[in-house]
Every structure is written in structure tokens, then in C-alpha cells.
């Protein structure tokens, strides 16, 4: 049974940083895992923020975060996303997903929901 645990949110005024982790256990390692993160602001849909084939070969952005994210693996078991120069409209609860390999994900494409078979419980990112 793998288990996402999620860390890092907090409150940040606009321009500040913060640096989110994810911690995968009962995860059996192998190479082409895709691990995400979304997030889902108060009333709206959730959205692929950015993505990482495991061993870090390809990465997704999302349009409004690019050139300011950085998604990483600390560990085998240690998604990183690092937050930079954060805005009000990036507000929202942030969530890590691990899934299969799959062409998407690969590619450095965005991977819907779907692809992701396990979630963590989420991260509250709040700016201001």
C-alpha cells in the first residue's frame, strides 16, 4: 500500500518562496514512475502543476508556473517542488500523485488525473 504524505504549505506574502515535499512510502521503486503535483484553489477544478519521470530525464510545467517551480526528486521516495516569486492567484491546496510509466509523463507533456494512481492528502498553499 503506498502512503504520500505531503509537507511544506504554509502562509507566504506575494514574492516569497516555499518549498513543498512529498514522502512516498510502501513504494516499490522502478524506473519510468511519473510523480506530479496538482492543485485545487476554492471552487475550481484540480490542475496539473508540474510532473517528473522518475530519475528526473523529463519534467512538465504548467504555463502559469514555469520558470518559477522546480519539481525534483530529493530521494527515491522524495518528490520536491520549490516555489519561487509566489503570487496570490497560486493560492490552493497542493497535492503529490504517483502513477505508471506512460508516454505523457515521458515526454514532458502534462498527464491528466488519470494517470496517477496514488494521491497524498495535500498541502495548503496560501499567498498574500
Known amino acids: 500500500h503506498v502512503q504520500l504524505v505531503e509537507s511544506g504549505g504554509g502562509s507566504v506574502q506575494t514574492g516569497g518562496s516555499l518549498r513543498l515535499s512529498c514522502a512516498a512510502s510502501g513504494y516499490r521503486h522502478s524506473s519510468g514512475v511519473c510523480a506530479g503535483w496538482f492543485r485545487q484553489a476554492p471552487g475550481k477544478g484540480r490542475e496539473g502543476v508540474a510532473s517528473?519521470?522518475?530519475?528526473?530525464?523529463?519534467t512538465y510545467y504548467a504555463r502559469s508556473v514555469k520558470g518559477r517551480f522546480t519539481i525534483s526528486q530529493e530521494n527515491a521516495s522524495t518528490l520536491i517542488l520549490q516555489m519561487n516569486s509566489l503570487k496570490p492567484e497560486d493560492t490552493a491546496m497542493y497535492y503529490c500523485?504517483?502513477?505508471?510509466?506512460?508516454?505523457?509523463?515521458?515526454?514532458?507533456?502534462?498527464?491528466?488525473?488519470?494517470?496517477?494512481?496514488?494521491w497524498g492528502q495535500g498541502t495548503q498553499v496560501t499567498v498574500s
Open positions: 517528473i519521470r522518475d530519475g528526473g530525464a523529463t
Open positions: 500523485a504517483y502513477g505508471p510509466p506512460n508516454p505523457r509523463c515521458s515526454g514532458g507533456y502534462a498527464a491528466p488525473e488519470d494517470d496517477y494512481h496514488d
